[in-house]
């Protein structure tokens, strides 16, 4: 079992004790249901082989069928790199792991996904672009991320990520200072200088780099980029929907790496670029889920003006209210305010 599972069930055994409140239908705090919950049974099974007592209630089907479940959820939950992390990443894992079993997808969802109170598929959003068999016009260099941390989603539509300078592409323009630095910092950290080596990582900090720890317990020096999200314009943090804006963008990209076609920089230095995630492409997930506007000043795709359209028409995130202000409209009268 990996670190990540056993972490997450030691977090929902937690919580299971800190909450003797609402209890949910497997017997976990109501605060557990979901991802933690599936987890949680996942943990407990590889352990005693034992599925969730109370799973006979939501399904009909013998104990025995009932394990060959859990086994296959548990070889895909630790195939799984990153491991779900939201309730429709987890059922999107269920779904596809039982269909792959024969079983049909109505027992799939008023069993397993109604028991752990997870997303049934026709609330899921589809995405259909691809990732392009060629670059796109203006796009002016790719490359690939490590890992994205969550602290790294400013908004809805800006996130902070590293790219390592093994990267052909990196690795010849570092800074000879940067280079030195880090191999005094390593140095500094073999004799336990640790003061000497805090010191030089702000240094190479202050030039736009960072040494990434890897899960693998490996080092690497990688470059920083802010990237601003191609073509879409989500709320702010301080207007309505900018947290709920932000904490999907996190969502969708925390603890993965992206795939980034990049556009050139704006005003503020951040590279303008078209971001992929797992063979989605991040933006047209924001337009449908309700998260950003179309930003038709900067970008004409009738693609994005066509999922906006949609969610508009379904009243999703942002447009579930009235009249959403623009978020380069609220920037402007702030501007002006000052």
């Not at 449908?288 to 693609?303: L, N, P, S, T």
Request: charged share 25%; proline share 6%.
């Amino acid at each position: 079992m990996g670190n990540v599972l056993r972490s997450l069930y030691r977090q929902s055994e937690h919580s299971a004790e800190g909450d003797s409140g609402s209890i949910g239908p497997h017997g976990v705090s109501a605060s557990t249901v979901g991802v933690s919950a599936l987890d949680r049974d996942l943990f407990n099974f590889e352990i005693t082989s034992q599925v969730p007592a109370g799973l006979s209630s939501h399904v009909v089907a013998s104990r025995k069928a009932q394990a060959n479940w859990y086994g296959k959820l548990l070889e895909a939950w630790k195939e799984a790199k990153p491991p779900p992390r939201t309730p429709e990443e987890a059922s999107r894992l269920i779904i596809n792991t039982l269909k792959g079993m024969k079983l049909p997808l109505v027992l799939i969802s008023q069993g397993l996904l109604a028991f752990y109170g997870l997303p049934l598929p026709h609330a899921f959003v589809e995405t259909s672009v691809e990732f392009p068999a060629s670059l796109p016009h203006g796009v002016q260099f790719q490359f690939q991320t490590l890992p994205v941390d969550p602290k790294a989603v400013a908004d809805g539509d800006t996130i902070s990520v590293y790219v390592s300078t093994a990267d052909p592409r990196e690795s010849c323009s570092v800074p000879r200072d940067v280079q030195i630095a880090a191999v005094e910092r390593s140095d500094a950290r073999a004799v336990r200088d640790y003061a000497r080596a805090d010191a030089l990582h702000q240094t190479i900090i202050n030039s736009g780099y960072r040494v990434i720890h890897l899960q693998n317990g490996e080092e690497v020096l990688a470059r920083k980029y802010r990237i601003r999200l191609r073509g879409i314009d989500a709320p702010e943090g301080l207007m309505p929907h900018g947290k709920e804006a932000t904490e999907e963008l996190r969502s969708i990209v925390q603890g993965k790496m992206l795939t980034v076609l990049a556009y050139g920089q704006d005003q503020y230095g951040r590279c303008v670029g078209d971001v992929y995630c797992n063979g989605i492409f991040v933006q047209e997930m924001m337009l449908k889920k309700g998260m950003a506007w179309h930003y038709v000043a900067y970008d004409q795709r009738a693609e994005f003006a066509k999922w906006e359209k949609e969610a508009r028409a379904k009243r999703l995130g942002l447009w579930a209210s009235r009249n959403p202000k623009e978020p380069w409209e609220w920037r402007k009268n702030k501007r002006d305010a000052t």
